[in-house]
């Protein structure tokens, strides 16, 4: 399943947030937000903030469940 969040007006360069976002691409959700919480760069605070808005999208749109 998929879900979508978009995050505008982001005030961080696109190669630096591409960094963190490459590191977190295609991996299940639980592991990303694990590797974004302790991740010490800017991007990587940014990026977890949309995981979590398309994890409640899912959540609140699809009727997903988050446990899957």
Known sequence: ?????I???????PQKARLVADQV?????GR???ILRFSNKKAAQLIKNVLE????NAEHNE???IDE
């Open 1 to 5: 399943m998929q879900a979508v969040a």
């Open 7 to 13: 995050m505008k007006q982001a005030r961080i360069s």
């Open 25 to 29: 691409r295609d991996l299940p959700v």
């Open 32 to 34: 990303a937000l694990e």
């Open 53 to 56: 808005s398309a994890i409640a």
């Open 63 to 65: 009727g997903a469940d």
